[in-house]
């Protein structure tokens, strides 16, 4: 696991969720709160979570981190079709498309 998801982990439930009233008030300590521990900030509005607040470094970590799972998962599937002879073209199928790219080519 990643350096952000060990930080969203290490929330503290006392100061990282606030209601989006106490924010309106303390905007600017509670951002730099966000800054400073990087970890997020929930709001929450009727009791309810409403919005996270996040630091743009950690968010950027987070979704790199997404990006990578889905390519490895991605990648964990077709080789389990490899594995498996699923979803492999006809011989036909094959030469057809090589046949179009040939074509497309030099036409």
């Known amino acids: 696991m990643s350096a952000a998801y060990d930080t969203i982990l290490s929330m503290n439930?006392?100061?990282?969720?606030?209601t989006l009233s106490e924010f309106k008030k303390n905007a600017s300590k509670l951002i730099k709160q966000?800054?400073?521990?990087?970890?997020?900030?929930?709001?929450?509005?009727?009791?309810?979570?409403?919005?996270v607040i996040q630091d743009p470094a950690m968010y950027q970590?987070?979704?790199?981190?997404?990006?990578?799972?889905e390519t490895v998962t991605a990648l964990k599937e077709g080789l389990k079709d490899i594995d498996n002879h699923k979803n492999w073209p006809t011989q036909q199928e094959a030469f057809e498309t090589?046949?179009?790219?040939?074509k497309e080519k030099y036409s």
């Not at 439930?13 to 606030?18: L, S």
């Not at 090589?98 to 040939?102: E, S």
């Open 34 to 51: 966000v800054r400073k521990t990087k970890r997020p900030l929930v709001l929450t509005v009727n009791g309810k979570p409403a919005v």
């Open 13 to 18: 439930f006392i100061e990282d969720i606030q």
């Open 61 to 69: 970590s987070i979704v790199k981190d997404q990006e990578y799972w």
């Open 98 to 102: 090589i046949r179009a790219k040939i």
